[in-house]
């Protein structure tokens, strides 16, 4: 019996950044923590010439090759596959089962049209929305919460700061304001329609290993003269999250727990969020944008 592959070269193949392909390979890669596995992009392949350069590089390791795919010209697919098929390498189409399924719904077939390389669609958009995230951080509010997409609302130290930055790139204009105790909230943020708002909140033991870090890092501890002691002190956490759960039950908004998400899928389950409480209060989608992670193959 052979003896386990150990590392794997994953080979995208993409008419376009190749930034889908990617995404799946590390959502594979995470589910196999012993395993070494690069990820290789061949990307804005358009004609023969530059899917046989990519099969080029295949032949140099093809016992160690995984091949994804995501081009959507049949021709160009249909040569990858053959070419993996004659060297032994497992092949996965990432584009044509997604397709597939799409046409046994609608009985329409698709425009097999390559996303220009170059700026995407909503490239200025994204530019945008990752602006807004930073001039909205932290409470400073420099634009009315109304032009948001999200806001998010919690303690500090919950993650809204990255949340919003990572919102922004996926094109989401996101604001985030701390609730902090003995604070009244701005006014803005009851007057904001309900459905953007998401709270978040976070394991008080793990918010006190975060905040001690920070004060650790900060050497804040020693020149205040204890003074930030309740920020990094549990009973006072405990205390702060009970008063923050009540303005968030005040905001009538749901609440996302961050202790074990990663940032992406705490993104995921915002815009999840936000999306389904917009339907639920019937506006119109219209009124908002809704974007995407983007067509980038």
């Known amino acids: 019996m052979a003896a386990p592959v150990r590392v794997v070269d994953i080979h995208v ?8 392909g990617a995404r799946v390979a590390r959502a594979v890669q995470a589910q196999y923590p012993d395993l070494e596995v690069a990820v290789v992009r061949h990307p804005r392949i358009q004609d023969v010439r530059g899917v046989d350069l990519a099969l080029e590089a295949l032949r140099e390791a093809p016992e160690n090759a995984v091949v994804f795919v995501t081009l959507v010209d049949t021709a160009l697919n249909a ?78 130290r919950t993650g809204k700061t990255p949340l919003s930055m990572y919102l ?46 920070r004060v650790s ?33 005040r905001l009538g908004c749901p609440v ?8 992406e899928e705490a993104a995921g389950r915002v815009i999840e969020l936000v999306a389904a409480r917009r339907r639920a209060h019937q506006t119109p989608a219209s009124s908002t944008r809704h974007l995407t992670e983007g067509p980038d193959r």
């Open 217 to 249: 890092l900060m050497g804040a501890a020693s020149r205040d003269g204890g003074r930030l002691g309740g920020y990094a002190d549990l009973a006072r956490i405990f205390d702060e999250l009970d008063e923050v759960s009540r303005i968030q039950r």
């Open 256 to 263: 996302l727990d961050t202790t074990s998400l990663a940032l």
């Open 79 to 156: 040569r990858v596959e053959a070419a993996c098929h004659e060297l032994g390498v497992p092949f996965a189409d990432l584009m044509s089962p997604a397709l597939d399924a799409v046409i046994a719904r609608t009985g329409l077939h698709p425009a097999r049209l390559v996303q220009p390389v170059g700026l995407a669609a909503d490239y200025f958009e994204r530019i945008h929305a990752m602006e807004f995230a930073v001039a909205n951080d932290d409470g400073n509010l420099t634009d009315s919460l109304s032009e948001a997409d999200v806001i998010l609302v919690g303690a500090s």
């Open 13 to 20: 193949v993409a008419d376009s950044t190749g930034d889908t």
């Open 168 to 213: 922004g790139y996926l094109g989401y204009r996101t604001a985030n304001v701390p609730l902090v105790t003995g604070v009244e909230p701005p006014e803005d943020l009851f007057q904001a329609a309900p459905w953007k708002i998401v709270g978040l909140t976070i394991d008080p033991e793990r918010l006190l290993a975060i905040r001690r870090r």
